[in-house]
Each structure stands twice: as C-alpha cells, then as structure tokens.
C-alpha cells in the first residue's frame, strides 16, 4: 500500500531533473528530451491521484496528453531538422535570429 | 514493508537514475537511451497503479514511435557530441534553484497534507477486457469532443511536420 505523496514527490524530482535539463543543456535535442521528461511525470501524478480516487477520468486525459506530446515531437523534430539545414548549426546559444 | 512499497521504493530509484542519466550524458544517443528506459519505468508504475492501458500506451506511443523520431533526428544532424557541453560549474545556481524549488513543494504538500490517501493493490479486473470496454465507453460517450479533437490535432500536427520539411522547388528556401 504506497501512500499517494510518494507517487506526487517522484513526479516533483522527475518534473525537477527535467526542468534542470532545459535549464542546463545547450543541445536542443536534449532540451526537448527533457520536456518529454516533465510532461511524463505530470502524467505520473495524474494518474497516481487518479488511482486514488478510483476514477478513469485521469487515465483519459493522460491519454489525451500522450497524443498532444506525439504530435508535439512530430512538428519540433521538423523544426530542429530545417533549423541545422538553415544555420548548419543546433546549439541554442547561436540561434539569435527569427530570419532564416 | 509490504511488497508493493518494495517495488514502488526500486523502481523510483531507477526512474530518478535513468533521468539523471539522461541530464547527464555527454552523447545525446545515450540520453535517448536513458529517457527510453525511464519511460518503460513510468509504464511499469501505471501498472503498479492499475493503469494498464496507459501503460501500453506509454510503450508503444513513448519508448516505441517517439523516442526512435528523436534517435533518428539525432543520427540524422550528427548530433551526437554537440560542442558547448556544460561543466559540473554550470549546474550549481540551477541545481540550487532546483533544489529549492523541489523541497519547498515537497514541504507544501506533506505540510497541507493534501494529497492523502493510499494507492491500494488493483484489482484483478483492472486486467481484464471489462476494464477496457469501462475506459472506451467513457472516452466515446463523456469525452468524445476532446476525443476528435485530439484527432484533427494530430493531423495539423502531420500536414505541419510535412510542410516544415518539405524541399520547396523554385520558391524561397
């Protein structure tokens, strides 16, 4: 029987390390790796409350952000791919400019 | 100690171990590879809370489509060893912030006592074909808006990669 805090300060480190990573890292893929890693542990939380309550609602709706964070991936992978092809670059610090 | 605080206790271990390797490494190929172990842990935690679809989901969605797109960009751009890795002295001011921010939350949640309750071993019907029938007749019947939404999302979301990434003939680069 885990008491649901536990579950709720796992999601507060996970959520933490992944705001680190933003913070941090310079390498955008890494950056968006670590988005993936904050939006995962906010569905931990939901679905840890979501047990707790013995409700689906949760569950749903982590669904439904699984399918946001697909298509999230899909568009800033493409983003990534055009913004090396322009600058031959992918280190955040050098991209200053919004012109291609 | 029961058995499921013993498995809660081991994988929390190896979900915050797998994210610090990710935050870590200096090849991205093996942040890839950390952040897919770290998903396959957070799967085996909605099955330990009786979630199995969403763990299944997880795999196939998270560790399957996702992070092969992310492996695939990085092979694509040889961004592997990108130059301006940060050293152990860039992590101090934001693992302190981080620290900070992290304890200060944790007090407010064990001090308000808010989150209460217990998360007790799931049924064995959680498992079965019941449980999935219970969970579409809620995502068909109360939840069919955001549903179709979520649809017409995922197409701009194609028709926007598409467009992003397609070579434009004899027009503006």
């Known amino acids: ?100 | 100690m029961t058995i499921d605080l013993i498995l809660f206790l081991i994988l929390a271990v190896v979900a915050i171990a797998t994210a610090l390797g990710m935050l870590l490494s200096r090849n991205a190929v093996y942040s890839a590879l950390f952040l897919v172990l770290n998903f396959a842990t957070v799967a085996v935690f909605y099955v330990l809370l009786g979630a199995p679809f969403i763990a299944m989901a997880q795999i196939t969605v998270y560790a399957g489509a996702i992070m092969v797109l992310f492996l695939f960009v990085i092979m694509l751009l040889g961004a592997e060893k990108t130059p301006g890795n940060p050293k152990w002295s860039d992590y101090i001011l934001p693992a302190g912030l981080a620290l900070v921010l992290v304890l200060e939350s944790i007090y407010l949640l064990i001090s308000r006592g808010v989150p209460s309750g217990e998360i007790v071993q799931p049924e064995a019907s959680v498992n079965s074909v019941d449980f999935l029938r219970q969970m579409g007749m809620a995502l068909f019947n109360e939840y069919l808006l955001p549903f179709e939404v979520t649809s017409i999302l995922l197409l701009v979301a194609m028709v926007g990669a598409i467009v992003l990434t397609k070579q434009e003939k004899g027009g503006r680069g």
Do not use: C, W
């Open chain 1, 1 to 100: 029987m885990v008491p649901v805090n536990y579950y709720i300060i796992l999601s507060a480190i996970l959520f933490t390390i992944g705001a680190l990573g933003v913070l941090v890292r310079r390498n955008p893929l890494i950056m968006f790796m670590s988005i993936e890693l904050m939006l995962n542990s906010a569905n931990l939380a939901m679905v840890a409350f979501s047990s707790a309550i013995k409700s689906l609602s949760g569950q749903i709706f982590v669904f439904f952000v699984i399918a946001v964070a697909a298509a999230e991936v899909a568009v800033g992978l493409a983003l990534i791919v055009q913004i090396f092809k322009s600058r031959h670059t992918i280190n955040v610090d050098e991209m200053n400019s919004l012109k291609g």
